[in-house]
Structures are given as structure tokens and as C-alpha cells.
T-cell receptor, first 117, second 112 residues
Framework: EAQVTQNPRYLITVTGKKLTVTCSQN?????MSWYRQDPGLGLRQIYY???????DKGDVPEGYKVSRKEKRNFPLILESPSPNQTSLYFC????????????????FGQGTRLTVV | AQSVTQLDSHVSVSEGTPVLLRCNYS??????LFWYVQHPNKGLQLLLK??????LVKGINGFEAEFKKSETSFHLTKPSAHMSDAAEYFC??????????FGTGTSLTVIP
């Protein structure tokens, strides 16, 4: 089954304790991205990756890191989490867009609910 | 700059009546537009997408949306609401395919 898998689904941690949220897709997609969802703000893009070893900042990258060493995996790293990073996080993947119209869709994981106390 | 405004944060309809969820967008180029649905405690599922082909786009579960460039709108409609349609709906715009901009969402309640 084609899917994007995030782990863990729920995480409670303390301020300053490094954590990693994993994301894996089995569709051979080049493009992957991370979003955070906060009430009243919709989803905001944190980082995205066009392919292996190619990453770029989205709209809210502060406090986050990513890496793309393999095509299927795109982990989100919080080196020193703070309470304002308490949120619902989504990973997404989609095939490569080569120009002209963007004519495909993003596939989303089930989400990771992170609480930083 | 690209952005999306969803004009209603909450919409309530009776089962069997029409649904209208409104979305206006801002874009310097010819954007691609999407509607996603999020059911409680679930991920996001694509309802439909517009990518410069037909302006009236049909999606899953009886939803459709019309792209109106002159009004910069991409409203989502459904002729008859079903209880299972109760969810959060997001309008999304993308010019480049690199970055996707989400609206703040519209919560749809369906009253039996």
C-alpha cells in the first residue's frame, strides 16, 4: 500500500531534550516536506526536500533541522525543543515537478502530536 | 507572493442540503489549487485539484470546485451533505510545486 509513515504518532518530551520524528514513504517520490499545524493557522511548511541531499527552508524553519540521505526518508530533528514547538506535525511526499503545471498531489502521513513541557 | 484565504472558519449545514466552502487565493502566476480534507485524528486527504486544465474540477465523494480567475476564487461545493462530510477542509495554493500554502481551514458540521 502506498503510504507515508510517521513515527511516533504521539510524543511528550521536556524542554531541551533532542528528538527526531521519522518520516518514510514507499512511493519513490522525490519531493518530501514537513508541516506543522496549529489552531487557527492552518498548516505551515517547515522544510522541504526536492531530492536526496537537497533541502530548503519553508516558512517556519527556526528550531528545526532535516536531512535527506535516502530518497525514502526525511527525518525532522528538534535539537533543543521548546514549548512553542508543541504542535501537530505532518510529513508529505509527492513526485517530482519538472516544470509547467504542478499536476499531482501531496500524500500526507497520519501526523505526530508533539508536546514539549 | 501567494496566499490563501478561507472566508469561513466554521460552516454548519443540515444533512441533505448543499455545501459551500469559500476560498480566495492570491498568486502572481498561474497557480495550482487544491482542496484537502482532514477527518478527526486523521491525516490529510486530497479532494480535488486544479492545474490549469478545466476550470470546473470534480473530486471524490461528490465534491467539486470551480476556478474563477477573475474573482481569484476556488470555492468547494457539494449538492447534498452527508454526515460523513463533517471534517476540516483546507484550500491550498502552489505556484512552483516547491512550497504549498494552506488556508487556515474551515470546519464543516453536518446536522442530522
Amino acid at each position: 500500500e502506498a503510504q507515508v509513515t510517521q513515527n511516533p504518532r504521539y510524543l511528550i518530551t521536556v524542554t531541551g531534550k533532542k528528538l527526531t520524528v521519522t518520516c518514510s514513504q514507499n512511493m519513490n517520490h522525490e519531493y518530501m516536506s514537513w508541516y506543522r499545524q496549529d489552531p487557527g493557522l492552518g498548516l505551515r511548511q517547515i522544510y522541504y526536500s526536492m531530492n536526496v541531499e537537497v533541502t530548503d527552508k519553508g516558512d517556519v524553519p527556526e528550531g528545526y533541522k532535516v536531512s535527506r540521505k535516502e530518497k525514502r526518508n526525511f527525518p525532522l530533528i528538534l535539537e533543543s525543543p521548546s514549548p512553542n514547538q508543541t504542535s501537530l506535525y505532518f510529513c508529505a511526499s509527492s513526485p517530482w515537478w519538472t516544470g509547467g503545471a504542478w499536476n499531482t498531489e501531496a500524500f500526507f502521513g497520519q501526523g505526530t502530536r508533539l508536546t514539549v513541557v | 507572493a501567494q496566499s490563501v484565504t478561507q472566508l469561513d472558519s466554521h460552516v454548519s449545514v443540515s444533512e441533505g442540503t448543499p455545501v459551500l466552502l469559500r476560498c480566495n487565493y492570491s498568486s502572481s502566476y498561474s497557480p495550482s489549487l487544491f482542496w484537502y480534507v482532514q477527518h478527526p485524528n486523521k491525516g490529510l486527504q486530497l479532494l480535488l485539484k486544479y492545474t490549469s486544465a478545466a476550470t470546473l474540477v470534480k473530486g471524490i465523494n461528490g465534491f467539486e470546485a470551480e476556478f474563477k480567475k477573475s474573482e481569484t476564487s476556488f470555492h468547494l461545493t457539494k449538492p447534498s451533505a452527508h454526515m460523513s462530510d463533517a471534517a476540516e477542509y483546507f484550500c491550498v495554493v502552489s505556484e512552483t510545486g516547491n512550497q504549498f500554502y494552506f488556508g487556515t481551514g474551515t470546519s464543516l458540521t453536518v446536522i442530522p
